[in-house]
């Protein structure tokens, strides 16, 4: 399975990104060495997913220990400075928790070390960051063996968005699980939503499952009732960008309306997600904040030619929320969670924290 596409290269001290936005027509790679860098690829997605944002924004707070570094020769006062770019960092993108988890980990890890100078801390930071991408391969494994369980030989598999080795630092989390599934020698096909506006379905989730073998078909996201109604899902799997304490889930836009069609049809729907994406300060989904991108996503889907009247208003939310009533069980590294969610989030999630 991919894994390749976040890649640290200590030679030109610079983190190379497949860059999502060409797949599956080119396989560019984007270069980021410094904050700036950082955030273009965070908010431009050129790396999206809730694990790979926050593996991506570890290295962004080594890169901005590290141009702190250049701004003052770590003789200077330069903790203000520092904390100012980890800001902008955090703040990046809204919704997907991952990126303020991997910052504020990191800012403990310099609460820890009091009198640490600059240079010492970008190393702290740096092996912190590499680790954090070891681990997080390993935890989606962990998740994709409890979640294989849940599917059965022969199972037709609902995605939406993309939640596999692009979203995370390698297997992935809902589409870890398909791939788990395949290990264990079942016989899984995929349907995956195109995923509007920026299709990540049908250019990235379609994509990294042909490279590796598993049979998928592409779905528009509006034939998601006939699908379902012809008998041709027999299971949902998504991933998500925040979960909140009683359970609700935020993930890409569309997720929600996937939801309520599986409970409608009697599919059992399933979250995969690492503990990392829980975020135990919201107690329900109401406090989970939506992102709204450009319009631009929506009225130049091509990049070229506007398919919307000028000016014609547009809706661009990247995300929705899915309440927890319409979750079948929520797939983690610790384990498959299950109703009540306040109780069990509590107990497996909230024992980690």
Same mark, same amino acid.
């Given at each position: 399975?991919?894994?390749?596409?976040?890649?640290f290269? %200590?030679?030109?001290?610079?983190?190379?990104?497949?860059?999502?936005?060409y797949?599956?027509?080119?396989?560019?790679?984007?270069?980021v060495r410094?904050?700036?860098t950082?955030?273009?690829?965070?908010? =431009?997605?050129?790396?999206?997913?809730?694990?790979?944002?926050?593996?991506?924004?570890?290295?962004?707070?080594?890169?901005?220990?590290?141009?702190?570094?250049? =701004?003052?020769?770590?003789?200077?006062?330069?903790?203000?400075?520092?904390?100012?770019?980890?800001?902008t960092?955090?703040?990046?993108?809204?919704?997907?928790v991952?990126?303020?988890?991997?910052v =504020?980990?990191?800012?403990?890890?310099?609460?820890?070390?009091?009198?640490?100078?600059?240079?010492a801390?970008?190393?702290?930071?740096?092996?912190?960051?590499?680790?954090?991408?070891?681990?997080?391969?390993?935890?989606?494994?962990?998740?994709g063996?409890?979640g294989?369980?849940?599917?059965?030989?022969g199972?037709?598999?609902?995605?939406?968005?993309?939640?596999?080795?692009?979203?995370?630092?390698?297997? @992935?989390?809902?589409?870890?699980?398909?791939? +788990?599934?395949?290990?264990?020698?079942?016989?899984?096909?995929?349907?995956?939503?195109e995923?509007?506006p920026?299709?990540?379905?049908?250019r990235?989730?379609?994509?990294?499952l042909?490279?590796?073998?598993?049979?998928?078909?592409?779905?528009?996201?509006?034939?998601?009732?006939?699908?379902?109604?012809?008998?041709l899902?027999?299971?949902v799997v998504?991933?998500?960008d925040?979960?909140?304490?009683?359970?609700?889930?935020?993930?890409?836009?569309?997720?929600?309306g996937?939801?309520?069609?599986?409970?409608?049809?009697?599919?059992?729907?399933?979250?995969?997600?690492?503990?990392?994406?829980?975020?135990?300060?919201c107690?329900t989904?109401?406090?989970?904040p939506?992102?709204?991108?450009?319009p631009?996503?929506?009225t %130049?889907?091509?990049?070229?030619?506007?398919?919307?009247?000028?000016?014609v208003?547009?809706?661009?939310?990247a995300?929705?929320?899915?309440?927890?009533?319409?979750?079948?069980?929520?797939?983690?590294?610790?384990?498959?969670?299950t109703?009540?969610?306040?109780? +069990?989030?509590?107990?497996?999630? @909230?024992?980690?924290?």
């Amino acid at each position: 399975m991919l894994n390749t596409h976040i890649r640290f290269e %200590h030679d030109a001290d610079r983190l190379m990104l497949l860059d999502q936005r060409y797949l599956p027509c080119r396989e560019d790679w984007y270069e980021v060495r410094d904050l700036a860098t950082t955030v273009y690829a965070l908010q =431009e997605m050129v790396i999206r997913g809730a694990p790979a944002i926050g593996v991506t924004a570890a290295y962004g707070c080594y890169f901005c220990a590290r141009e702190t570094l250049r =701004e003052t020769d770590g003789l200077l006062p330069w903790a203000e400075s520092l904390r100012a770019r980890l800001d902008t960092l955090r703040n990046a993108r809204p919704t997907a928790v991952n990126l303020r988890w991997a910052v =504020e980990l990191l800012e403990s890890m310099w609460a820890e070390r009091p009198g640490i100078g600059l240079p010492a801390l970008a190393t702290v930071w740096l092996d912190k960051a590499k680790a954090m991408q070891r681990e997080d391969e390993e935890t989606n494994k962990a998740m994709g063996a409890h979640g294989a369980n849940l599917l059965a030989d022969g199972d037709r598999v609902m995605t939406h968005c993309n939640a596999g080795a692009l979203a995370t630092a390698g297997w @992935g989390t809902a589409v870890g699980v398909i791939y +788990s599934a395949v290990e264990q020698g079942k016989k899984i096909t995929v349907v995956a939503n195109e995923t509007r506006p920026f299709l990540q379905g049908a250019r990235l989730t379609a994509y990294e499952l042909d490279k590796c073998g598993v049979d998928v078909t592409v779905a528009c996201d509006n034939a998601c009732a006939l699908l379902m109604k012809k008998g041709l899902v027999d299971k949902v799997v998504v991933g998500a960008d925040r979960i909140a304490a009683n359970g609700d889930a935020a993930n890409k836009i569309g997720t929600y309306g996937v939801a309520l069609l599986a409970k409608a049809h009697g599919i059992p729907f399933y979250v995969a997600a690492p503990s990392s994406t829980f975020d135990l300060r919201c107690a329900t989904g109401e406090q989970i904040p939506i992102e709204e991108r450009t319009p631009r996503e929506v009225t %130049h889907p091509t990049g070229e030619s506007s398919i919307t009247p000028v000016g014609v208003k547009v809706y661009n939310f990247a995300f929705d929320v899915t309440p927890a009533e319409l979750i079948a069980g929520i797939i983690t590294e610790k384990g498959v969670l299950t109703p009540p969610y306040t109780e +069990s989030i509590a107990k497996v999630i @909230g024992q980690k924290r």
